[in-house]
């Protein structure tokens, strides 16, 4: 079936880093893909729309300078994260769907803390 | 705009006994709804889906959903739990069954005691 497949897993790094996040669609074209926040305990949170060919949609909210979402092809899209601070501290998930019709797949999340 | 709630953040059920996770939703035009289930630091697995077919869904591990318009919910079942369905259930809302975005309610984690 369809995979979604997200990297790297876990990130720890210093304050003021910046981290990238890949969502590749391993067997699937992915016009759009999705990226969501999830704080400790709570649920999951949109944050962009990513349009491969063209620039992300932002939720209200969401700083677009701060995270910086690049879909270049129809399988890979990027999350990155600039100059990361311990707020920025979450687990981030994407998804994607294999077609207009079909229920989005997850990949297994992003763990980034921010020492 | 499109709302979920989910009644109660923490069920606790014996081994063996009903499944119950109670959601309900808001939206302004017919809905398309979802429940997901979660393991710890991992993504989102589909449960099921119900996209305007039939209003009693069957999905994967014993799980059913019944959409009932007239109470907006969707409240997910299984009739006899398993210590593997400890985990945390997520039911959301879209207004299609693909690349639209997610509204998820809070979450229920399931505690299934042996």
């Known amino acids: 079936g369809a995979v979604v497949s997200q990297h790297p897993s876990r990130v720890i790094c210093k304050s003021g880093t910046s981290v990238k996040i890949e969502c590749r669609s391993l067997d699937f074209q992915a016009t759009t893909m999705f990226w969501y926040r999830q704080f400790p305990k709570q649920s999951l949170m949109l944050m962009a729309t990513s349009n491969e060919g063209s620039k992300a949609t932002y939720e209200q909210g969401v700083e677009k300078d701060k995270f910086l979402i690049n879909h270049a092809s129809l399988t890979l899209s990027t999350l990155t994260v600039t100059s990361a601070h311990p707020e920025d501290s979450s687990f981030y998930i994407c998804?994607?769907?294999?077609?207009?019709?079909?229920?989005?797949?997850f990949g297994d999340g992003t763990r980034l803390s921010i020492l | 705009a499109q709302s979920v709630t989910q009644l109660g953040s923490h069920v606790s059920v014996s081994e063996g006994a009903l499944v119950l996770l109670r959601c309900n939703y808001s939206?302004?035009?017919?809905?398309?709804l979802f429940w997901y289930v979660q393991y710890p630091n991992q993504g989102l697995q589909l449960l099921l889906k119900?996209?305007?077919?039939?209003?009693l869904v069957k999905g994967i591990n014993g799980f059913e959903a019944e959409f009932k318009k007239s109470e907006t919910s969707f409240h997910l079942t299984k009739p006899s739990a398993h210590m593997s369905d400890a985990a945390e259930y997520f039911c959301?809302?879209?207004?299609?069954?693909?690349?639209?975005?997610?509204?998820f309610g809070k979450g229920t984690r399931l505690s299934v005691i042996a």
């Open positions: 939206s302004s035009v017919p809905p398309y």
């Open positions: 998804s994607a769907s294999v077609r207009g019709n079909q229920p989005q797949h």
């Open positions: 119900y996209t305007s077919a039939a209003t």
């Open positions: 959301a809302v879209s207004v299609s069954s693909g690349n639209t975005p997610l509204v």
